[in-house]
Nanobody, 121 residues
């Protein structure tokens, strides 16, 4: 059964940190690269970070140097450590398996509920 469950969001002040978790079904986690997306109100969903089964990572320019994606194979879980948060990071964050299509990553499965991150003083 395909399952993606995000958690760890919340309200944080600018400059603060949060760590998001995504628990995935084993079959999803072990065979796929994984990605974190976010969608702010009135904007399209955007890919912010990816990690391959071998541990190679990639980041959107807007989060590079502040966010770190990692994966724990024993727990079938992907993490997103977010530091130096800014108000513009406010969004619902989602995870998904991703695959390359003509050089761009695309989400593979239906979306989970996501987790809300709000950065505000």
């Amino acid at each position: 059964q395909v399952q993606l469950v995000e958690s760890g969001g919340g309200l944080v002040q600018p400059g603060g940190s949060l760590r998001l978790s995504c628990a995935a079904s084993a079959i999803i986690f072990r065979l796929n690269a994984m990605g974190w997306y976010r969608q702010a109100p009135g904007k399209e969903r955007e890919l912010v970070a990816t990690i391959t089964p071998g541990g190679s990572t990639n980041y959107a320019d807007t989060v590079k140097g502040r966010f770190t994606i990692s994966r724990d194979s024993a727990k079938n879980t992907v993490y997103l450590q977010m530091n130096s948060l800014k108000p513009e990071d406010t969004a619902v964050y989602y995870c998904n398996a991703v695959k390359l299509n003509y050089g761009n990553y695309e989400a593979v499965y239906l979306w989970g509920k996501g987790t809300q991150v709000t950065v505000s003083s």
